[in-house]
T-cell receptor, first 112, second 120 residues
Framework: GQNIDQPTEMTATEGAIVQINCTYQ??????LFWYQQHAGEAPTFLSY????GLEEKGRFSSFLSRSKGYSYLLLKELQMKDSASYLC?????????????FGTGTRLKVLA | GAVVSQHPSRVICKSGTSVKIECRSL??????MFWYRQFPKQSLMLMAT?????????EQGVEKDKFLINHASLTLSTLTVTSAHPEDSSFYIC????????????????FGPGTRLTVT
């Protein structure tokens, strides 16, 4: 079956570092995405991993371990505007078609 | 960058009526569009994959006769919620994929701004 798990909520302080974990189980793994979503808005792309290792983009980094079915999103120098939901999504290749499976999302609250 | 629009952005309808939501790719052709549903404080749930010129592929548990999807052109897909009920109230988001797919980038899947449906 397909399953993606993330913590439901996290709280951190402005200027700190936070790590949001994601574990997944899919039959046709073909890449992992992280999206940011503010309430009432569509998701916006943050990062993509398909090979093991760390991808860094400014204050955001994403890590993938395919053997462990594990990824994390690392946010540095947290800002108030980073308060949002963070969605882990897996691109799954099944029967010749691609689709995206989203985790439950992690609501991050950044406190002053 | 590519833009996907949705119309309407918000709609309120009475129970038993039907509502049509449009998803348009404004400056590119999208052979594939995805329809998602998101309940409050939950993640996106894929409802169906819409391919231009063919029948949509629905996810398990999604009633194809209730959620009618039409992908008549390379720039337009529509989702019609038939005989809507209060439990259908949700945030509906479409996304479009450009061909050839720009794998692993922001451009792989462009999201529309979403449609907030409230059924009274």
């Amino acid at each position: 079956g397909q399953n993606i798990d993330q913590p439901t909520e996290m709280t951190a302080t402005e200027g700190a570092i936070v790590q949001i974990n994601c574990t997944y189980q899919t039959s046709g793994f073909n890449g992992l995405f992280w999206y940011q979503q503010h309430a009432g808005e569509a998701p916006t792309f943050l990062s993509y991993n398909v090979l093991d290792g760390l991808e860094e983009k400014g204050r955001f980094s994403s890590f993938l371990s395919r053997s462990k079915g594990y990824s994390y999103l690392l946010l540095k120098e947290l800002q108030m505007k980073d308060s949002a939901s963070y969605l882990c999504a897996v691109r799954d290749h099944d029967s010749g078609t691609y689709k995206y499976i989203f985790g439950t999302g992690t609501r991050l609250k950044v406190l002053a | 960058g590519a833009v996907v629009s949705q119309h309407p952005s918000r709609v309120i309808c009475k129970s038993g009526t039907s509502v049509k939501i449009e998803c348009r790719s404004l400056d590119f052709q999208a052979t594939t569009m995805f329809w998602y549903r998101q309940f409050p404080k939950q993640s996106l749930m894929l409802m169906a994959t819409s391919n231009e010129g063919s029948k949509a592929t629905y996810e398990q548990g999604v009633e194809k006769d209730k959620f009618l999807i039409n992908h008549a052109s390379l720039t337009l897909s529509t989702l019609t919620v038939t005989s809507a009920h209060p439990e259908d109230s949700s945030f509906y988001i479409c996304s479009a994929v450009v061909r050839p797919v720009t794998w692993g980038s922001e451009g792989e899947q462009y999201f529309g701004p979403g449609t907030r449906l409230t059924v009274t």
